[in-house]
């Protein structure tokens, strides 16, 4: 393996959108890894769903050589997320670097990931190497946006480099700062071995792949190792480096290098991101920091639909959770849906993702219920003490006499947005219980807004509403600050006269009417007619506060298509069966999975 010396281990990152992927797609072309003529777009963005949606969702590895000044230099580097979601694998990928790409686009300028990104790679003290992207297009600015890097995040303008990576402008000069300007990686081979396991993924034929990071030691083929946090041991059957794709090579790897691994792991919780692997025979004193468990801030259930069985939605998620360990999974038995899971995410995007995934990669067919937030909820025990507990359903809430106090999570928003919407921005803030913190100019006629918002009022449509005031400007980065007390209730929804605990939500009273109106018109325009009429009701504390009705419908329900139209029937039969391979039976009322996330409406 090359000598650190001549090693460099850095990450990209940017806010989304700014050019990560393609970026990396083009180094790898200077490089010569790729040819253009075969290139794949977004080679790194490997995963189809990524592809499609044109984000990131993993980081993903690459090993690449280049020439620089007659020597060649090897340059590990990790693809990472834009979206606030994706935060924590960010901070994974940063652990394993000594340096940081941070792209910005010269369109668009400094966003709210910008800084965020920026945040977190000097706190993890990595070199910075600014780049400004884009400058192919004609309203890129790139020397204004050299000037608010410098500015806003405090780096030297004049160390930007200035590329385009759709026309490789500036590409070989980038590839030739990485090796100046970012530090060797440090480390020392003698020592035992202390590798740092960044992420993992599950192969049906080798078991868990381990991607990782050398930081002492050394480690060979056939090595026995152990897993520090898991205390178990396996023999390494190959070790190689991504080319992008895996690579098997027979030499050591030593202090710096970065590659993955495969022991015949079949036991997915023997793998943990951010354990450090050893040597079983001469084992390091300690395990590295690793990494702080990120905390799930959405949660719903996911159950079964169609002809999936519990057992097959059970191995699924196991499995895609080696490869994402960022959220969680317990069974849960809800007496109109059955068994399932409750899931916890770190945000909508992230949920929507895992959903997908499971579908594609696992095969399987799923309903998934609303998303709420955790709730903290004071109580009072036996003997009148309190006692303070989470939880992360509604349906959890205890008895509301034992109830002294629900408090809700708090998010610190930094909202990046043009001048000309501060006002409609600020009054979205409000009407979202937000409690104003702070103004900042920034430059080019764009400020910085900070807000405390209850997490619950903005995982819904916030974003939605941000981008559409701003045209498509307005960005937004958060983080979970704490629990704060409010008026807040819970909201059950009846549905023919049974309550659907997956329906029901915690609300600010004041807002409880609204919505419960809302949902309730929502609900029936996705419910299906059915032979009887259907009553929906919204009810506080047994206390109807909503309520509308399905009306009943004849037998034929291709009547409505008055005989003619062939073609017209057959796509409504058809519709009906699609749909109803996601459905829920509550009682005799089949609900469609559509109708579970009519809550994501709020109607503000
Ligand atoms: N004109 C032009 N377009 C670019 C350039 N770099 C990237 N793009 C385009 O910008 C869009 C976003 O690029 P990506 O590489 O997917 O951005 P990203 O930062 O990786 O996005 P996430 O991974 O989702 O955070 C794509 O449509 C690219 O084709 C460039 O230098 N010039």
């Known amino acids: 393996m090359s000598t650190p010396t001549h090693i460099r281990n850095f990450c990209i990152i940017a806010h989304i959108d700014h050019g990560k992927s393609t970026l990396a797609d083009r180094m790898l072309q200077g490089t010569g890894v790729m040819h253009e003529r075969n290139a794949r777009e977004q080679t790194l963005d490997n995963m189809d769903l990524e592809r499609e949606r044109g984000i990131t969702i993993k980081a993903s590895a690459v090993s690449v ?19 606030v979601d994706f935060h924590y694998e960010v901070s994974r990928a940063l652990a394993a670097c000594e340096g940081a790409v941070l792209v910005v686009d010269a369109t668009q300028g400094v966003e709210a990931q910008t800084v965020a990104n920026l945040y977190k790679a000097v706190d993890a003290n990595l070199e910075l190497i600014p780049v400004i992207n884009k400058i192919d297009l004609p309203s890129a600015q790139p020397e204004e946006r050299a000037m608010q890097v410098e500015e806003v995040l405090g780096l030297d303008a004049a160390d930007c ?15 030739d700062a990485i090796c100046a300007r970012f530090p060797e990686p440090q480390g020392n081979p003698d020592a035992p071995l202390q590798a740092l396991i960044f992420d993992a993924i599950y192969d049906d034929y080798r078991g868990v792949v381990v991607y990782f990071r050398m930081m002492n030691g050394r480690m060979k083929k056939g090595d026995r190792i152990l897993m520090m946090g898991a205390q178990r041991t396996y023999q390494v059957t190959e070790l190689g480096k991504f080319r992008p794709e895996m690579t098997p090579t027979t030499e050591a790897f030593e202090a710096g290098d970065v590659g993955y691994m495969v022991a015949a ?11 450090t692997i050893t040597l079983d025979t001469a084992r390091c004193d300690e395990p590295l920091p690793g990494y702080e468990e990120p905390a799930p801030m959405v949660y719903c259930d996911f159950y079964p639909s169609g002809d999936t069985q519990f057992d097959e939605l059970r191995d699924a998620i196991a499995r895609l959770h080696v490869n994402d360990a960022s959220y969680t999974y317990e069974p849960t038995n809800s007496e109109a849906l059955g068994s399932g899971f409750r899931c916890g995410f770190l945000g909508m ?12 990669e696992g095969n399987v067919s799923i309903v998934q219920t609303a998303p709420t937030v955790t709730y903290e909820i004071k109580i009072v025990g036996k003997g009148g003490d309190t006692e303070v507990i989470q939880i992360t359903n509604p349906a959890e809430l205890p008895d ?13 928003a930094e909202i990046i947005t043009p001048t000309s919407s501060i006002g ?4 979205l803030c ?8 702070s103004q900042k100019f920034l430059a080019d006629d764009r400020q910085i807004l900070e807000y405390d918002l209850p997490l619950a009022e903005i995982i819904y449509d916030f974003f939605d509403k941000l981008k559409s005031i701003t045209s498509g400007y307005g960005t937004m980065d958060y983080h979970v600050t704490g629990f704060n007390s409010d008026n807040l209730v819970k909201m059950d929804v009846l549905v023919n006269g049974n309550p659907v605990e997956a329906l029901s939500l915690i609300v600010h009273r004041s807002k409880a009417e609204f919505r419960g109106r809302h949902l309730l018109k929502r609900l029936k325009e996705q419910i299906d007619r059915h032979l009887f009429e259907i009553p929906l009701q919204a009810a506080i504390g047994g206390k109807i506060i909503a309520r509308e009705t399905i009306k009943s419908v004849g037998k034929n329900v291709t009547a409505k298509c008055y005989g003619g139209d062939v073609s017209r029937k057959r796509k409504l039969l058809e519709k009906q069966k699609k749909g109803k391979e996601r459905m829920k039976k509550v009682g005799s009322v089949d609900i469609p999975q559509e109708a579970f996330m009519s809550v994501l409406d709020t109607g503000e």
């Open 161 to 175: 480099i200035m590329t385009s990576a759709k026309t490789g402008v500036g590409v070989a000069e980038l590839l």
């Open 400 to 412: 509301m006499s034992k109830v002294k106090d629900i408090r809700e999570p708090i998010v610190a």
């Open 424 to 427: 409609d921005i600020m009054k």
């Open 265 to 275: 792991i079949k036991t997915l919780e023997d793998v943990n991101i951010g354990d």
């Open 349 to 360: 995007l992230h949920m929507d993702i895992i959903q997908e995934r499971l579908e594609r």
């Open 65 to 83: 050589e280049h020439e620089y000044k007659g020597e060649t230099y090897e340059l590990n580097f990790i693809d990472t997320p834009g979206h």
């Open 430 to 437: 409000e009407q979202r219980r937000g409690v104003y913190k």
